[in-house]
């Protein structure tokens, strides 16, 4: 059976951050507090021989220096996407679009392809910015809430290639 799994992760300004997860067992104790009986056991030995260097996900590197080809490179990680939405400019609609941010926010987060950066207002559009190692996978997350959504129409999205430094980079735009 899993439990949750609630620790605390630091403090900005007097205010707790908070992690909430699931885990087989609660395996970490508030600072001060005796140690529970309910610990995570001790870990497994590790496979990999000391100074070894590790390529992705902890599987180790080739030996002989060649590149790992399953990493991503530095290009990879500055991909992004740009939502441009358009605004009529009534009272309703910037919560409206607040609230379809959170909702692709939570979907980017959920499907672990990225984050979200927050968004910019003006210019008759609302844009809301993500960024990840991968901008078809960034997209297709959250495609479906973009195009369900009534405030997307007339609106279109920016594929980049590249990082916002990279004059090279291609881009793609896709309507709405």
């Known amino acids: 059976m899993k439990s949750s799994k609630i620790a605390v992760t630091g403090a900005i300004g007097g205010a707790v951050l908070i992690s909430v997860g ?90 672990g392809v990225g984050e979200l950066d927050g968004n910019e207002v003006g210019d008759d559009e609302y844009v809301v910015l993500a960024h990840g190692p991968d901008a078809n996978k960034l997209f297709t997350s959250i495609e479906r809430t973009l195009r369900s959504s009534k405030l997307s129409h007339g609106g279109f999205v920016i594929k980049r290639y590249g990082s916002a430094d990279d004059e090279t980079a291609r881009e793609e735009k896709i309507d709405l």
Do not use: Y
């Open 22 to 111: 699931l885990v087989a067992r609660f395996t970490q104790d508030w600072p001060g507090a005796a140690p529970s009986a309910s610990a995570a056991p001790a870990a497994a030995p590790n496979p990999v021989p000391p100074g070894a260097a590790l390529g992705v996900a902890g599987v180790p590197a080739p030996a002989d220096g060649t590149p790992d080809p399953t990493a991503p490179s530095a290009d990879d990680s500055e991909q992004s996407v740009t939502v441009h939405l358009p605004l009529s400019h009534t009272q309703q609609e910037v919560p409206q679009l607040q609230d379809l941010e959170l909702h692709l926010d939570q979907t980017i987060t959920r499907a």
